[in-house]
């Protein structure tokens, strides 16, 4: 029979899943590998061929130590939460757990049919309450616990409980809150039980604080900083602005450091760890302390927080301070509107207005544009006492540092410029040159004498290094500041105003958050009516009317029985999408566990993933949040393990080659692209599928495309054909060029699609997909398929191998590609092993070798790039069990050892003829040989050769 690969994959797909070849035994002798591919959202689009790739690779892998005799665990499931399902149930009122549902269908179908070799039965769906029960449970975790600095762990909050009745806070080193006041035991122990609350929850490491969040109107919830595009919403592209909310926040920030040295002890790629160590950012230098000045103190009256506190700064030059020129806050610091001149009210809430329209991520990276507005406040310089005149400036932020900064014009750059943009307006002092323009960057801290003149007053002339231990000391002296080191890396803001997230375990005691106990757990997300936020302004859940928590029953009760002794109000925010994908990795360990989210020994077979595969564009969004939760369950004595994941593979982006016409601008005229010269046209995309191999247009096809099209006219070639253009960009809906891959496995199958992708480039690079090119992976399948057959015609194809020994160049090819592509798998440089069994095939077929001793292994090598044709052809080889079974070959270096030479042979330097002699030969033995060859009488016609040259292992030169 000929190679039938849509028969072929039908039946070994069918057979892998009636069989549950790969599924993984929590209890091997085997050693384990554990290979993971990041979560997939199931969205209503499908897959399109960019996506498979690192699921490719992955597979290819997790085959390969298969393979090797490692108990491989490779599962799948589905981020299934999110924001894009509830924004069409939004659309169209249809549930999002139906759209879900039907997304994942046929995202199930798609991988299905791709032969990829998950392990079905540990599939986890991050909507599924059996799972989100366990993010709940993880939820109260980190609600009850605090993060001991001096052990540098997290602990329970109960011992921190005990610390305080035992000895107050005087001496406890933890994370917490900035305004978290002393008090002593006999304080803590006459507190209400409401106050203890209080004061607790500013050391939980998750907690209810008035943050910054980036707002989105049209879609009434709040975005993570990486769900943040140029200034809008990733999804649907909407306006962000800032605005103050309640809301619970991840105490991320106590784990920054252990954040920073983990990246050491993990097998990641530089620039991604340096995309992390960015983001963390971590400062060395000093915390200090500016007071209001007297007249600005007057008009805080009353305000004695303010007056008590001042302004605090951090700095990583205090040794600068002296040339403190003025200070800018951030537009949203809590000081800014109280402290505000009536004069400059007007100016500054205009202000503070238009920066709440600028994200974080936009005013960061905009260097070029200074704006700022003097508030008409002082501060109290903490050395000379003058006073500082206090600015606001959209280049400081309020989350990071303390939203404020020290402005030194002669020092810093950004500040100078501020300073010379604002020069000679109210409130902008002259800059002070208080180094003689010396360079005081840490990388010109010493002069030629050794010491640079630092600062002004008692640092003069000191080094650089003693210049700033001397300011922080002086600052601690007078109480007006300390040494510290500061981290970039902000709290993680955890609740959505969604529907289609995770409920909290909350409810509410006299505005006090409470814990659901864990045995009650999942609280299930209601049905309501509507996904939009309801008409006073709260999240979605607050349109159910069956959103209350009875503490007596212990069970979700109707709103109208809330009666504040025994029911009470739930949280009505959800969880972000990243709280399901954060810990995933641990469940799929042990998905049916119902005691507890993964059992201690499968948790310690399994440890942690040996290799993930995911885009780089989760680097300090997912990667961070879910260190920072394995983290938290080492610390708390659930996991076994500090890091998630061992090794990280990123891979590259396949672009998509997009169509464009030309239509005539202001007409419905479209222009072939070799008739544009001199035509002023306006480039629209155009479906791919309406284009051939030759870039030729189907013109009719695209006027039945959209309506506005249909009585469109053409500008064609001599020929009549209409040319597009071609770009390779990004592969996505709105630019018509995603291909299907269901259309390349109808039509050219599941392993050429497999052996395709991997041979476009590096996985770790961008590349275009290109549909013309599969072709030539496709020929190479049914070259390697006729290998294994012999045929008088097509259709009498059969099956054909050799029981005899092989020759010493088959045996020599099969081995240089065991070599070769075991070398690749382990580099992970899967295009070069495609080129390999190319040439592989090439010089079989060219050597007629059908021999078992050869195509018994190669099948064993194809099959983790193309499983489904091994498959059958191990299976005709006689073979009663599926080739994933098999041992991988084994190299043998004896084969490559070469035991013959083709010598060239020379007359007066010019080569005539080669010969293949034994490499042991002497020189004797050689010149013998080739003197007795008759093309060496030929040459010579009779005459006596002057001189022989015989170079062993060489050359053989006859000089006549």
Known sequence: MSYNFNKIEADWQKYWAENQTFKASNNSDKPKYYVLDMFPYPSGAGLHVGHPLGYIA?????????????????????????????QYAIQTGQHPAVTTEQNIKRYREQLDKMGFSFDWSREVRTSDPDYYRWTQWIFIQLFESWYDEEAQKARAISQLEEIFSSNGNLQVRATCDEDVQEFSSEQWNAFSSEEKQEQLLKYRLTYLAETEVNWVPQLGTVLANDEIVNGVSERGGYPVVRKKMTQWSMRISAYAERLLQGLEQIDWTESLKESQRNWIGKSVGAMVTFHLHEETLKQVQGDEKIKSFGISVFTTRPDTIYGVTFMTLAPEHDLVLKITTSEQKEEVEAYVAASAKRSERERMADVKTISGVFTGAYAEHPFTKEPVPIWIGDYVLAGYGTGAVMA????????????????????????????????????????????????????????????????????????????????????????????????????????????????????????????????????????????????????????????????????LNTMPGWAGSSWYLFRYMDPLNEERFVSPEAQQYWENVDLYIGGSEHATGHLLYSRFWTKLLKDRGFLSVEEPFKKLINQGMILGQSAFVYRLEGENTFVSKNLTEGRKVQPIHADVSLVNFSDELDIKGFKKWRPEFKNAEFITEEDGTYVVGREVEKMSKSKYNVVNPDDICEDYGADTLRMYEMFLGPLEQAKPWNTAGITGVHNFLKKFWKLYHSSASREEEKFSVSEEKASADSLKTLHKTIKKVTEDIETFSFNTSVSTFMICVNELSAQKCNQREVLEPLAVLIAPYAPHIAEELWKRLGQNESVTTATYPVYEEKFLVESTKEYPISFNGK??????????????????????????????????????????????????
């Open 911 to 960: 080569m005539r003829f080669t010969m293949e002699l034994p490499l042991d030969l002497s020189k004797d033995e050689i010149q013998e040989a080739v003197m007795n060859d008759d093309r060496t009488n030929n040459q010579l016609s009779g005459s006596t050769p002057k001189k022989i040259i015989v170079v062993p292992g060489k050359i053989v030169n006859i000089v006549i």
């Open 408 to 571: 030194v014009p002669c020092g810093d750059q950004r500040d100078y410029d501020f300073a010379k943009h604002f020069a000679g307006q109210k409130g902008m002092p002259e800059i002070k040159n208080i180094f003689q323009d010396v360079d005081i960057s840490e990388e010109a801290h010493s002069g030629k004498d050794g010491t640079i003149i630092a600062n002004s007053g008692f640092l003069n002339g000191m080094p650089y290094k003693k210049a700033l231990k001397a300011a922080i000391e002086e600052l601690e002296k007078i109480g007006l500041g300390k040494g510290k080191i500061n981290y970039r890396l902000r709290d993680a803001v955890f609740s959505r105003q969604r529907y289609w997230g995770e409920p909290f375990p909350v409810y509410y005691v006299n505005g006090m958050p409470q814990m659901i106990d864990e045995k009650y757990l999942p609280i299930r997300l209601p049905e309501v009516e509507k996904y939009l936020p309801t008409e006073t302004g709260e999240p979605p859940l607050g349109n159910s009317s069956k959103w209350a928590w009875d503490r007596k029953k212990n069970k979700v009760v109707e709103n109208e029985k809330i009666d504040h002794e025994s029911v009470f109000p739930l949280e």
């Open 58 to 86: 992955s597979d290819i892998y997790s085959r390969y130590k298969r393979h090797k005799g490692f108990n491989v665990l490779h599962p799948q499931g589905y981020d299934s939460f999110g924001l894009p399902a509830e």
